[in-house]
């Protein structure tokens, strides 16, 4: 895609603390394959060539660009969490380590916390933040990280993760317990958020009523049974 962005200028020279607009023009080729496309526009400072220096800093700043090619508006976004693993590093900091899934149809900048509770003697932590710079493509599997003190006792702890890209947001717990400097701990797989819960306890529900009036109607026309909206099955 970045073959597809022109700029009016390729240069900008300018004072401390002043400002300069630049207009940049997307031509899409009419051959283009349907889908999201990704670039970046860099804003970035060269410094002078030194032949005395062997590093060379280049600042830069950037602008991404998502561009949705086909008709039917912008693909969805979703992702789900999967497992996490604890470990300490050799000076003893502890980490977690999660793994989460892009199951959408666009790119995901992933953000959020972590936090502990029901530690030993009833502690709680947190919340820590994740650790920034994790991007992930449509389909992708990746791992977002999140640091602790190095103080944090081993646990158990229960671990509360909630993760977002966007507007799009997911939280899923679990138990962990952190190892010793050095190792890394067991992994855990996460309990998904309340709403998934909350469907397969519907569900069984659903089934249970549904059993009642089987049974209620195999004992004859005299009992009539309905359900509740609660879920639970009256005999009338």
């Known amino acids: 895609m970045s073959e597809w962005i022109t700029l009016d200028r390729d240069s900008v020279m300018l004072d401390p603390q002043e400002e300069a607009q630049f207009t940049a023009t997307i ?13 970046v526009i860099w804003a970035a400072t060269v410094p002078a060539p030194d032949s005395t220096a062997s590093v060379n800093i280049v600042q830069r700043v950037g602008i991404r660009v998502y561009l949705d090619v086909g008709p039917g508006g912008e693909p969805p976004s979703d992702f ?19 793994t989460v899934r892009n199951t959408g149809g666009r790119a995901l900048d992933m953000t ?17 933040d994740v650790v920034q710079g994790t991007t992930l493509a449509a389909g992708e599997t990746g791992t977002v990280r999140v640091l602790f003190p190095t103080e944090l006792a081993n646990g158990p ?41 909350g469907v397969g306890f519907a569900t069984v529900v659903v089934a249970g009523v549904g059993l009642v009036l089987m049974l209620r109607r195999r004992r004859g026309p005299a009992a009539q049974v309905t359900a509740s909206s609660t879920g639970s099955a009256v005999r009338k």
């Open 27 to 39: 031509q899409v080729p009419p051959d283009a394959s349907a889908g999201e496309q990704y670039a």
């Open 80 to 98: 789900a969490i999967g497992e996490v693993v604890p470990a300490r590093d050799e000076q003893g900091r502890p980490s977690a380590a999660v």
């Open 157 to 197: 702890w229960r671990i509360t993760l909630d993760l977002a890209s966007g507007k799009v947001r997911r939280s899923a717990s679990g138990t962990i317990t952190f190892p010793e400097p050095g190792r890394t701990g067991r992994r855990a797989l996460l309990d998904q958020s309340w709403w998934l819960r």
């Open 112 to 128: 959020g916390s972590a936090t502990l509770s029901d530690g030993p003697g009833g502690v709680r932590a947190g919340p820590f």
